[in-house]
């Protein structure tokens, strides 16, 4: 399966984010948990669209 998350855009994200403008950096490793904490939520979500038996995925399923 192919990652949903796109390393550029990690590192672009955490450069907006860090206002003391520590991190310069980015491991692979966080690449790699966000796309399996994101798997995890789409799956819940899944889930619950399903057991409300709608074919729509909606942002309050997350």
Do not use: F, W
Not at 8 to 19: A, G, N, T, Y
Not at 45 to 51: E, L, M, Q, S, V
């Amino acid at each position: 399966m192919t990652g949903v998350i796109v390393k550029s855009q990690i590192r672009k994200k955490v450069k907006e984010l860090d206002e003391e403008k520590v991190i310069g950096n980015v491991a692979e490793e966080v690449e790699n948990a966000l796309d399996e904490k994101v798997e995890e939520i789409l799956k819940g979500a899944i889930k619950r669209a399903k057991a409300n038996q709608r074919k729509t995925l909606l942002a309050r399923d997350l």
